[in-house]
């Protein structure tokens, strides 16, 4: 099937950030054509005259499942809030983190995310769900030390069967996720990054979130949590590190060395007032890829990418006294094209060019609070004054999931009608 989009502004995030006017045209799931009108026949056309076409969002690090139990831990010290969350997650079912996945990925769509990165526990069922809503998971099965994790067996080999059971699941991508260095050993540590490079698959970590983690890994191993995890040969090409707050700079020049990714997420620190920012000039400099998380519904309650690109922007330059820093287009190629290569799919995601799958966002260029809208401040527009209000059309893999505001792939009432049940089913457990 040949779709077109016709007449639009297409922000490509091709390597010379070229933004046309034209039409985008997708054969299958993949694009065929970027720019030039498209003369011949196709099976459908969509008129996004005015409007803006862009890539799909990629979300580095969240906990999709989570969204069923927004507001349930707010404005609590970190200590409370961590006892209350774990309390509560331990006691989940298949059925809420089923309906917490479709809701999260309602959420997602709406507001212009194609694919995001998970970790959490049961991405069994979160995958079965995340499928049906259309969009792409990069679903990464929780691992910790044995003793101290509430799953049933051991989690590394949860994970292993996981990958093996996911692997051909269209628009799923199995990883490993690490719980973080606070509840994982060494041996849990080099036994998830020998599955990662094994399957050649991302592993995703909390890293050095908060100064007492730092400062509790210090005592216990002689050693900051980055430097350790070099020194045991866990830091790679395929490693997301989430939050990244408290770093020294020869951290960030171990992280660099290994090639590997972080995740910002300054509206869960900033909520959690766990202090702390990522230093995200740094991590430039020296080469880190920087990408961009919304982290999970209790930590943030929100997972709209297109605000948290603003946000993290905002943090830098206000925290730095710089208005310089994390530029408008800079902080689009984190949660694009720097994202694509986070999860190692380059050469599929992250830019409106042709070959790559076609993962589209269509924004109303008609809405008055990006207007007026011109080559030289669409992008600053997208970064810092559009909303999901503007999200139109979302496109996934070739899949329409979003048509003119109205989900193609699931029933919203049904899911969102269950939804208040389920929080006090949570509240009362």
């Given at each position: 099937?040949?779709?077109?989009?016709?007449?639009?502004?297409?922000?490509?995030?091709?390597?010379?950030?070229?933004?046309?006017?034209?039409?985008?045209?997708?054969?299958?799931?993949?694009?065929?054509?970027?720019?030039?009108?498209?003369?011949?026949?196709?099976?459908?056309?969509?008129?996004?005259?005015?409007?803006?076409?862009?890539?799909?969002?990629?979300?580095?690090?969240?906990h999709v499942a989570m969204s069923v139990m927004k507001g349930i831990a707010d404005d609590m010290a970190f200590p409370d809030f961590l006892e209350k969350v774990f309390r509560t997650d331990s006691e989940r079912t298949d059925r809420d983190i089923d309906i917490g996945t479709k809701i999260g990925c309602a959420e997602m769509i709406r507001s212009g995310t194609t694919t995001f990165v998970d970790l959490y526990y049961s991405e069994d069922v979160i995958a079965k769900a995340t499928a049906e809503a259309g969009i792409r998971g990069v679903l990464c099965w929780c691992v910790l030390d044995e003793e101290l994790t509430t799953q049933k067996g051991n989690p590394l080999k949860n994970c292993k069967r996981f990958c093996e059971s996911s692997r051909d699941m269209r628009k799923i991508i199995p990883g490993v996720g690490l719980q973080g260095v606070y509840v994982c050993g060494e041996e849990t540590c080099r036994g998830a990054k020998e599955l990662s490079d094994e399957k050649d698959i991302p592993l995703t970590f909390h890293?050095?979130?908060?100064?007492?983690?730092?400062?509790?890994?210090?005592?216990?191993?002689?050693?900051?949590?980055?430097?350790?995890?070099?020194?045991?040969?866990?830091?790679?090409?395929?490693?997301?590190?989430?939050?990244?707050?408290?770093?020294?700079?020869?951290?960030?020049?171990?992280?660099?060395?290994?090639?590997?990714?972080?995740?910002?997420?300054?509206?869960?620190?900033?909520?959690?007032?766990?202090?702390?920012?990522?230093?995200?000039?740094?991590?430039?400099?020296?080469?880190?890829?920087?990408?961009?998380?919304?982290d999970g519904s209790t930590t943030n309650n929100s997972l709209d990418m297109i605000s948290e690109m603003k946000i993290l922007g905002l943090l830098q330059k206000s925290s730095r006294w710089d208005p310089t820093v994390t530029k408008a287009q800079e902080l689009l190629d984190f949660a694009t094209v720097n994202a694509a290569r986070a999860v190692g799919m380059q050469d599929s995601l992250g830019s409106v060019e042709v070959g790559k799958y076609a993962d589209l966002v269509i924004l109303d260029g008609k809405s008055p609070n990006i207007r007026p809208l011109l080559p030289e401040n669409i992008i600053s527009n997208v970064v810092y004054s559009s909303s999901p209000a503007n999200v139109k059309t979302v496109i996934c893999q070739g899949d329409t999931v979003l048509e003119e505001g109205r989900m193609r792939t699931m029933d919203e009432e049904d899911i969102l009608s269950v939804s208040e049940d389920l929080w006090r089913s949570l509240c009362q457990r």
């Open positions: 099937m040949i779709t077109a989009v016709k007449d639009a502004w297409i922000i490509t995030q091709d390597p010379r950030r070229r933004i046309i006017r034209g039409d985008v045209v997708i054969e299958g799931e993949r694009i065929i054509s970027v720019g030039e009108g498209y003369k011949g026949s196709a099976d459908v056309e969509i008129d996004a005259s005015g409007d803006i076409v862009m890539p799909g969002l990629i979300n580095t690090h969240t890293l050095s979130e908060t100064r007492g983690e730092v400062n509790d890994h210090k005592k216990k191993t002689g050693r900051r949590p980055a430097e350790w995890l070099s020194d045991i040969g866990v830091l790679g090409k395929n490693s997301i590190a989430a939050h990244s707050a408290w770093l020294t700079m020869n951290e960030v020049r171990l992280m660099a060395d290994a090639g590997m990714s972080v995740s910002s997420c300054p509206v869960s620190n900033m909520k959690l007032a766990t202090g702390g920012v990522a230093p995200i000039p740094e991590f430039q400099k020296y080469g880190v890829n920087v990408t961009v998380g919304t």
